[in-house]
């Protein structure tokens, strides 16, 4: 069965929730989005010439690692900035900023935005990110290599 979406009612107890998410990962601190996410997670970057590890993350497990690989690559001044603009139970979806300073000393942002998808349960099960400022990140990652 196909089901379309007819209408669209914002749900702030959803968005709340994302965005105590968002804040919290603002601090370094991952643990409330990642309880948020169902152990089988997808999370897909794109379009965007990063790393193949990157372009698809399975499992939460997994994207814990890969936040933790961003910290080691950008450093302790790694953050997303992210704003929840619209949540109903079923998707999410978010304005993120990435920053960080480079170790060349060259500062690091760029857009994205995160749609997410909920399961039965309420828990994230997709997660997609689509980078606005692919130029920054092709020249990011042309900047430091692909030894990524």
Same mark, same amino acid.
């Given at each position: 069965?196909?089901?379309?979406?007819?209408? $669209?009612?914002?749900?702030?107890?959803?968005?709340?929730?994302?965005?105590?998410?968002?804040?919290?990962?603002?601090?370094?601190?991952?643990?409330?989005?990642?309880?948020? $996410?169902?152990?089988?997670?997808?999370?897909?970057?794109?379009?965007?010439?990063?790393?193949?590890?990157?372009?698809?993350?399975?499992?939460?497990?997994?994207?814990?690692?890969?936040?933790?690989?961003?910290?080691?690559?950008?450093?302790?001044?790694?953050?997303?900035?992210?704003?929840?603009?619209?949540?109903?139970?079923?998707?999410?979806?978010?304005?993120?900023?990435?920053?960080?300073?480079?170790?060349?000393?060259?500062?690091?942002?760029?857009?994205?935005?995160?749609?997410?998808?909920?399961?039965?349960?309420?828990?994230?099960?997709?997660?997609?990110?689509?980078?606005?400022?692919?130029?920054?990140?092709?020249?990011?990652?042309?900047?430091?290599?692909?030894?990524?």
């Amino acid at each position: 069965m196909i089901a379309v979406m007819t209408t $669209m009612t914002f749900d702030h107890a959803f968005a709340a929730a994302i965005q105590r998410g968002w804040d919290a990962l603002a601090t370094g601190d991952p643990g409330p989005a990642l309880a948020m $996410m169902s152990d089988d997670i997808v999370m897909e970057n794109g379009p965007v010439p990063l790393p193949q590890p990157w372009l698809r993350v399975e499992g939460r497990d997994a994207i814990a690692s890969t936040l933790q690989s961003f910290g080691a690559m950008f450093g302790p001044t790694f953050r997303q900035h992210g704003h929840c603009v619209y949540a109903d139970g079923r998707i999410a979806i978010s304005v993120v900023r990435d920053e960080a300073d480079l170790p060349s000393g060259e500062r690091y942002e760029s857009d994205v935005v995160a749609v997410m998808r909920f399961d039965d349960d309420s828990r994230i099960d997709r997660l997609w990110f689509v980078e606005v400022d692919v130029e920054n990140v092709a020249s990011l990652f042309a900047s430091i290599g692909s030894s990524t």
